[in-house]
């Protein structure tokens, strides 16, 4: 019976030892909804914080809506007051998986299938994109790039500016992750 139990404890040791997790506290996230001839709508967030665990490829992403900034102060605050209501929704949270993702194959850049749940606003969406990944020295490099439609989180375009605002909006991701020790 001790060596059961023994056996088990070595197991599940060997089990977290191998699952290695990457994370960063500062991806960069950046969102373009420019409509041609009106004042460029893009704004970037340099505080994501990502987590990667490499075994199973599951990853996770959270920032800060308020941690967006723009050139124009006051577009900035109408972001956040009026179209995402930051003091309600505080934080995007992105939930999901990398396909086939395989550490040891990291060597050289390649591009995998990536899916999940991005809940903006309180609303959940499935989302499914390709993601670029390679590790460089200790860090893992993951960048992606997607479209959402802003009826689809809920967010309302007044009809005042709706000529000014993309129906799309393109989302951009880079993340820089190093080992969790």
Known sequence: MKKFILTIICMAACQVALCQTYFTRTGFTEFKASVEAFEPVEAKNNSTTAILKTQTGDIAAQLF???FKFRVALMQEHFNENYMDSDKFPKA???GKIKDFNFDQLSQEKEYDL????????????VNTKATIKKEGEKILLSSNFTVLPKDFNI???S???KK???KINITLNYELVEKK
Do not use: Q
Not at 118 to 124: A, P, S
């Open 160 to 162: 005042i500016v709706s």
């Open 115 to 126: 899916s999940g749940t991005l809940t903006i606003r309180g609303v959940k969406k499935e």
């Open 65 to 67: 809506i308020n941690a």
């Open 93 to 95: 949270v992105f939930r």
């Open 156 to 158: 309302k375009i007044p």
């Open 165 to 167: 605002i993309a129906d």
